[in-house]
């Protein structure tokens, strides 16, 4: 594993994307990248739904990029086209995984990553519609906090 800085975690020596990832995943991450910039946004969404997301799907995805432009989100995307991946967009697949197996994905009200805890657990649904392939994948503590039980509802 890549090392992290102690004041950016989510900031590594990054891997070439190709051995890290299935086909799926490398076109999902390339769709993700190319909505973040505004003359690629038709080409992303066009490869989301080449990848079986359905609109509302695409939509899921497309509502996730301000979320993820905020300064409480732990998740930066690397330009699109680029030939590597970060450890935060690392952590952004395997949350969609981890989200995607839960039975009811609920976040807690009032929590300040409550916003992007939603919208990740819609596009974690819509990659389980699509049944887009992800790997299982070990967390860095960044991507924890999005998982950390406290900021989820649980289903009794």
Known sequence: ???RSPLFPTRVSYRAL???FGRGEQELLAAIRQLSE???HAAGRARLSS???DPEGCEAFVGLLPLLATPTAPIDLLPAGSPFISAS???LLVCLLRIAQWRHARP???DTLA???QQLARCAHAV???RLPLRQRSLSPVGLRLLDPAGWQRQR
């Open 18 to 20: 190709g051995r890290q």
């Open 108 to 110: 807690r009200e009032g």
């Open 1 to 3: 594993m890549a090392s």
């Open 89 to 91: 967009e690392l952590d």
């Open 38 to 40: 505004p003359d690629l």
């Open 128 to 130: 389980q519609a699509a």
């Open 115 to 117: 916003p992007l805890r």
């Open 51 to 53: 990848l079986g997301l």
